[in-house]
């Protein structure tokens, strides 16, 4: 396993990183010995960094990665978990994200977390997006964030870097997290690529690259597009059966369908799968800190971690890949 550094902190994470969200389920909705298995396989198989946050699962993923890791001993596994700010707290930002970050301890099990990121999304004004922190209110947050650090209950803090793309990269600039989660994947490459004109989606403007200049680390999200890069509508029972793209198409169907885009790395036999192909696409950006993965199953484990041992896709692939991008 590819251990990369985590921007600026000490931090050393695995190149794949182990999401506990609600969308894969496993952490949420599985058996506790698949999550025993599931998770000492990923230790053993050099996976460091596991991703969770309050709201998946009403506090479950928090709960259960806490006690699994608890369980296993896993003294090196690194823990990154979320703060959302709900819009009628948001007169309260300072008292709530500090309860929050309190309650998140407290289902883990632990008197410290290694990061903590916002989970809101980042914009201009809450009117336009009542999901939005401004840069107001992250100044708050951060405030919450810096005394955290202080107290030991946290090493680091971060954004979660999704809204409006020209926001998101001001408050990179202002406030220089720690890290950042952002979404990336062969339908949506615009985090870590140039895009070409009438690129139908959300343009990120090359988020990763920016975090990497300043020296924060980034954190790939969606990099299976929520199961559209399976080219597969069927969906595990441990899974959310509905999930709302982001910043790719408006239906997963939809995402589906341009899957086929990418059909040629099976059928060319550059990959044995489109996810092999989706996950090496991912880490062959040397930029990206970790490329984070939702499971199901450990078998879906298994192959993630076989597509990551492969390593990053040859740069003739890449390119191939890049010339989709105007096709859509």
Same mark, same amino acid.
């Given at each position: 396993? =590819?251990?990369?550094?985590?921007?600026? %902190?000490?931090?050393?994470?695995?190149?794949?990183?182990?999401?506990?969200?609600?969308?894969?389920?496993?952490?949420?909705?599985?058996?506790?010995?698949?999550?025993?298995?599931?998770?000492d396989y990923a230790l053993n198989s050099g996976i460091n960094y596991f991703?969770?946050?309050?709201?998946?699962?009403?506090?479950?993923?928090?709960?259960?990665?806490?006690?699994?890791?608890?369980?296993?001993?896993?003294?090196?596994?690194?823990?990154?978990?979320?703060?959302?700010?709900?819009?009628?707290?948001?007169?309260?930002?300072?008292?709530?994200?500090?309860?929050?970050?309190?309650?998140?301890?407290?289902?883990?099990?632990?008197?410290?977390?290694?990061?903590?990121?916002?989970?809101?999304?980042?914009?201009?004004?809450?009117?336009?997006?009542? &999901?939005?922190? %401004?840069?107001?209110?992250?100044?708050?947050?951060?405030?919450?964030?810096?005394?955290?650090?202080?107290?030991?209950?946290?090493?680091?803090?971060?954004?979660?870097?999704?809204? &409006?793309?020209?926001?998101?990269?001001?408050?990179?600039?202002?406030?220089?997290?720690?890290?950042?989660?952002?979404?990336?994947?062969?339908?949506?490459?615009?985090?870590?690529?140039?895009?070409? +004109?009438?690129?139908?989606?959300?343009?990120?403007?090359?988020?990763?690259?920016?975090?990497?200049?300043?020296?924060?680390?980034?954190?790939?999200?969606?990099?299976? +597009?929520?199961?559209?890069?399976?080219?597969?509508?069927?969906?595990?029972?441990?899974?959310?059966?509905?999930?709302?793209?982001?910043?790719?198409?408006?239906?997963?169907?939809?995402?589906?369908?341009?899957?086929?885009?990418? =059909?040629?790395?099976?059928?060319?036999?550059?990959?044995?799968?489109?996810?092999?192909?989706?996950?090496?696409?991912?880490?062959?950006?040397?930029?990206?800190?970790? +490329?984070?993965?939702?499971?199901?199953?450990?078998?879906?484990?298994?192959?993630?971690?076989? +597509?990551?041992?492969?390593?990053?896709?040859?740069?003739?692939?890449?390119?191939?890949?890049?010339?989709?991008?105007?096709?859509?």
């Open positions: 396993m =590819e251990y990369r550094r985590f921007g600026k %902190t000490d931090l050393q994470v695995s190149v794949l990183g182990f999401g506990c969200g609600a969308v894969g389920g496993l952490m949420v909705r599985g058996e506790h010995q698949q999550m025993i298995r599931s998770v991703d969770t946050a309050r709201m998946y699962g009403d506090g479950l993923a928090e709960i259960h990665t806490g006690a699994v890791l608890r369980e296993l001993n896993a003294s090196e596994a690194l823990i990154g978990t979320k703060v959302r700010v709900d819009n009628y707290e948001m007169g309260e930002i300072e008292r709530d994200v500090s309860l929050q970050i309190d309650n998140s301890l407290r289902r883990l099990g632990a008197d410290h977390v290694d990061i903590v990121y916002t989970h809101n999304r980042i914009g201009s004004s809450r009117l336009a997006d009542q &999901d939005a922190l %401004t840069l107001e209110d992250l100044e708050r947050v951060v405030s919450v964030f810096d005394e955290a650090v202080a107290a030991g209950k946290i090493s680091h803090w971060g954004f979660n870097a999704l809204g &409006d793309t020209e926001v998101i990269h001001t408050a990179i600039k202002k406030f220089q997290p720690a890290g950042i989660h952002t979404c990336y994947n062969m339908l949506n490459p615009s985090s870590g690529y140039e895009v070409p +004109a009438g690129f139908p989606y959300q343009n990120y403007n090359n988020l990763i690259t920016l975090t990497d200049d300043l020296g924060s680390g980034s954190v790939g999200i969606r990099i299976l +597009a929520a199961g559209a890069l399976t080219g597969s509508e069927k969906r595990h029972t441990l899974a959310a059966q509905e999930v709302a793209p982001i910043a790719t198409g408006k239906t997963l169907q939809e995402d589906l369908a341009r899957t086929s885009l990418f =059909e040629f790395l099976v059928k060319e036999g550059f990959v044995k799968s489109i996810v092999e192909g989706a996950i090496r696409f991912a880490l062959s950006n040397g930029k990206l800190s970790t +490329a984070l993965v939702g499971f199901s199953s450990f078998r879906q484990l298994k192959d993630a971690v076989s +597509a990551a041992e492969m390593g990053p896709l040859p740069q003739e692939v890449l390119d191939r890949i890049s010339g989709t991008w105007a096709a859509q």
